[in-house]
């Protein structure tokens, strides 16, 4: 019962950081999949400093945390620039770059699961490589890696919550305010993990659905 009264009473923490939280996420999710596509495509390049490049930013971005990540965006931002970056902004900067690397490979895995046959079938009927990319591969890579996208998205949503770290009024943030408020250490947080397994759960199921979806239609 305290939790709900804590829902109803804090209703507008809460609120604002779902808001906050599905922001974080999807707008991360759009910037990280344009700049993922680039960086797959750099990585796939026979230009082998550009493919070096690529691979260096995945592997950084992937093998560092996401919330060392978020505090070197915020704190960097004044260090080499001197401008004090809102918190909102340092951390869509910083999903959208660690959503960029995981996309990436996603991308890259998606064009090279399609059969290198097309590729050659297509360059000999007088396409160009771009035209056989742009096409052929890329739109049955399109269909391959959605569900995955979708995931990445799931994942997106759960790993905003270090956005609280600096100050970011997400879920997370939320709670610790009504944490504070309250004198409740544990209820808030209920109500935080039930929103974010809403949020993922439901996502999932979508993304369930799409994928019978594909399998039927192909």
């Known amino acids: 019962m305290k939790v709900l009264e804590l829902l109803f009473e804090y209703r507008t923490y809460y609120l604002t950081g779902m808001k906050i939280t599905l922001l974080l996420s999807f707008g991360g999710l759009v910037a990280g999949a344009t700049l993922g596509s680039i960086i797959s ?32 965006v915020y704190f960097g931002s004044y260090v080499l620039t001197g401008i004090n970056m809102d918190g909102f902004m340092a951390a869509l900067i910083a999903v959208s770059l660690n959503s960029a690397a995981y996309v990436a490979e996603i991308i890259r895995s998606g064009i090279q699961s399609i059969d290198k046959g097309q590729t050659e079938a297509s360059q000999s009927l007088g396409l160009t490589k771009g035209q056989t990319m742009r096409h052929i591969i890329l739109p049955q890579a399109v269909k391959n890696i959605l569900p995955a996208l979708g995931n990445e998205f799931v994942t ?28 409740q250490p544990f209820s808030p947080l209920i109500i935080v993990a039930v929103t974010y397994f809403f949020f993922t759960f439901t996502l999932s199921q979508l993304v369930g659905v799409f994928e019978r979806r594909m399998a039927h239609n192909d």
């Not at 997400?170 to 009504?178: G, Q």
């Open 41 to 72: 495509l750099l990585k796939l390049s026979k230009f082998k400093p550009l493919s070096v490049i690529a691979s260096i930013y995945i592997e950084i971005v992937r093998g560092t945390p996401m919330m060392v990540q978020i505090a070197m």
């Open 156 to 183: 997106l949503i759960k790993e905003t919550s270090v956005a609280s770290t600096i100050g970011v009024a997400d879920l997370m943030y939320a709670s610790k305010i009504v944490q504070s408020s309250s004198f």
